[in-house]
């Protein structure tokens, strides 16, 4: 309990070898168990998605929780080139 809120932190990692219809599938049931008693949440970790690219496979769940992505720039560097 954070003054006084309840809240969920959620450490996610999605392997590269996961689909992305899959991960949705996951994502989706824990933004729905998190959203069950009103707790607030933070879902964190690598998830290998290019959120610079809005038709990535989980967009369109965050904003159907009015969750929201805070990274606004590349976090993966393949040499000099952001992935």
């Known amino acids: ?44 970790g690598y998830l290998n998605v290019n959120f610079l690219n809005y038709n990535n496979c989980i967009s369109d769940v965050l904003d159907v929780y009015g969750a929201r992505n805070i990274v606004t720039s590349p976090s993966c560097y393949n040499g000099y080139t952001p992935t």
């Open 1 to 44: 309990m954070i003054r006084g809120q309840n809240w969920l932190i959620w450490n996610v990692y999605k392997q590269p070898t996961v689909t992305n219809g899959y991960f949705h599938v996951v994502l989706e049931h824990i933004l729905t168990d998190s959203n069950k008693d009103g707790s607030k949440y933070i879902i964190y």
